[in-house]
């Protein structure tokens, strides 16, 4: 029996990934799949967008942290652009191989630039930053780095943060494990995608962190398919 009370400390096969580029391409477009038809990706977007209602710019600048290839950043790029927001993208990932995916993909978002940096130590105070956003992100570190992420990155914010990552549930890990059968062709991707599950958070999890990031209200939401879309907008 998989135990759901407590947050795996298992690591994915993704923080160690020693494959090819091709191959991870692969895994990604896997994980991909499931965000484009579970709907996660409009989680972020609809939140992002809110938050740039809080103040009128000519510009924004948003920070995405571990961007992997950058899918979501372009669909930012795309939306934006139907809506006539000037946008300033950067993607801060550690992995060269999924920046250099990214790169090859962004050729035509020259609002999109992407950096190679560990999001817990790298410094941007050079960048003026309205939006941090993370996805599926935040449940590859531990309790402790969860705290030091959200305090570093809302303090960077002007406007605030979006962080959209899973439930830990049983219902959503055996619900994966079936849908992974039909729609996910790489085995790190279902092995990861489970651990995911195993490693993310209830909702008590969150509001524990919440307590401990000040300057900020706290809005926490649980949204179909098994997230929690967590917004901190600055006070």
């Known amino acids: 029996m998989v135990d759901f009370t407590q947050r795996s ?18 895994i990604l477009q ?3 799949r499931v965000n484009r038809l579970l709907g996660g990706y409009n989680i972020t977007l609809n939140a992002v967008f809110e938050l740039l209602t809080l103040e ?47 790169t090859f993909y962004s ?31 935040l449940h590859h570190f531990t309790d402790k780095g969860v705290v030091q992420f959200v305090n570093q990155f809302n303090s960077l914010a002007s406007l605030g943060v979006v962080i959209n990552d899973l439930e830990r549930s049983p219902i959503a890990y055996y619900l994966f494990k079936a849908f992974s059968f039909f729609f996910i062709r790489t085995e790190i991707a279902k092995k990861d995608g489970l651990l995911s599950i195993q490693r ?24 179909w398919a098994f997230r929690y879309v967590w917004v901190l907008k600055k006070k």
């Open 9 to 26: 400390t298992e690591i994915e096969i993704m923080d160690t990934y020693s494959g090819t580029t091709k191959e991870l391409d692969t």
């Open 200 to 223: 993310a958070f209830k909702k008590k999890d969150v509001v524990g962190y919440a307590a401990q990031v000040k300057n900020a209200s706290h809005q926490i939401e649980w949204k």
């Open 107 to 137: 050729t035509e978002y020259p609002e999109i630039t992407y950096l190679e940096a560990d999001i817990l130590t790298a410094d941007f105070s050079q960048y003026t930053i309205d939006v941090v956003m993370t996805t599926l992100t």
């Open 56 to 102: 009128y710019k000519e510009s924004y600048t948003i920070l995405d942290m571990g961007c992997a290839e950058g899918t979501m950043l372009r669909k930012l790029a795309i939306e934006a652009r139907k809506r006539n927001i000037p946008l300033k993208l950067i993607g801060v990932d550690l992995n060269r191989q999924g920046l250099e995916l990214a």
């Open 30 to 32: 896997d994980i991909n």
